[in-house]
Nanobody, 126 residues
Framework: QVQLVESGGGLVQAGGSLRLSCAAS????????MGWFRQAPGKEREFVAA????????YYADPVKGRSTVSRDNAKNTVYLQMNSLKPEDTAVYYCAADLRGGVVASTRTAGYDYWGQGTQVTVSS
């Protein structure tokens, strides 16, 4: 079992930056692939970024590639999403998710994750 708590969201102007954090409970964090997803009003939840349990393997959705960095600190049981050059279209609730199934490839699909946080709101004003 893993419990996830996101933080770091807020209101930022276009062009600004935010760093989202996701703190995980439990001793299995280092064995989890971790994902970030977002959901805007009226839209489906979509993949943003993911990081494998294998150090250094990361994945990004095209809309955020080059503007975002996903990282993890296993000693702190925390995964981060640094977002730069934010755009109004980045406005959404951001969720982190954990996959404890044991694979090394972090999924880009919501079905690839079993545990979800409650989400943190990111609002980018133009």
């Amino acid at each position: 079992q893993v419990q996830l708590v996101e933080s770091g969201g807020g209101l930022v102007q276009a062009g600004g930056s935010l760093r989202l954090s996701c703190a995980a409970s439990g001793r299995t964090f280092s064995t989890a692939n971790m994902g970030w997803f977002r959901q805007a009003p009226g839209k489906e939840r979509e993949f943003v970024a993911a990081i494998s349990r294998i150090p250094g393997i990361t994945y990004y959705a095209d809309p955020v590639k080059g503007r975002s960095t996903v990282s993890r600190d296993n000693a702190k049981n925390t995964v981060y999403l640094q977002m730069n050059s934010l755009k109004p279209e980045d406005t959404a609730v951001y969720y982190c998710a954990a996959d404890l199934r044991g694979g090394v490839v972090a999924s880009t699909r919501t079905a690839g994750y079993d545990y979800w946080g409650q989400g943190t709101q990111v609002t980018v004003s133009s």
